[in-house]
């Protein structure tokens, strides 16, 4: 899937996302330590579904490899969390779509520098690694908000690689190899 397709896919069930039911809030729950609940209960119903569905894809991913990372609930907390800056941002759906939009147009250093709901949004996931940070989530749901969208950062999350690569296609992002 390609960046404009599934920025696509991703306005479109924002649009129409309902509140999640009782079983993907229980697997939020059961997934998180409090302090990270109180965190992902923030965000908007959008981002709670897609936070859940990329738990989900995490843990079906992570159940293919040869490795024992599926028990491993650090990599599943990251997946929930990782958007955890875009309530930081006061920006709805067609907000959020013109910020990422403007942001393609401009580059990332200029947009990054921004400031006001764009800056905000471009830079969620800064602003989420340390919204966790000052609520003691683990450190691998930091590191993965704060490097999710930057793969330059991803050697220095202390993420494995192999770990990186399987949260990002979780969350829908394209193979840029």
């Not at 059961?30 to 923030?42: F, G, N, P, T, V």
């Not at 991803?154 to 190899?177: F, V």
Request: aromatic share 6%; net charge negative.
């Amino acid at each position: 899937m390609t960046r404009a397709a599934h920025l696509a896919r991703r306005f479109v069930t924002s649009l129409r996302a309902r509140p999640i039911d009782e079983a993907d809030r229980a697997f939020a729950r059961d997934s998180l330590r409090e302090e990270e609940l109180e965190c992902w209960e923030d965000l908007g119903r959008a981002d709670q579904a897609e936070s859940v569905a990329t738990g989900r894809a995490t843990i079906q991913l992570l159940n293919r490899t040869e490795r024992d990372w599926e028990a491993d609930p650090d990599w599943i907390a990251a997946a929930l969390l990782h958007d955890i800056g875009k309530t930081e941002t006061d920006l709805g759906t067609i907000g959020r779509s013109l910020a990422t939009v403007a942001a393609m147009f401009a580059g990332e250093r200029r947009a990054r520098a921004w400031s006001g709901g764009f800056g905000r949004y471009v830079n969620h996931d800064e602003l989420g690694a340390r919204r966790l940070e000052a609520a003691g989530a683990r450190p691998e749901a930091v590191a993965w908000a704060r490097a999710h969208h930057r793969r330059a950062l991803w050697p220095g999350t202390g993420i494995p690689p192999e770990i990186c690569q399987i949260l990002a296609k979780a969350d829908g992002e394209p193979d840029p190899r």
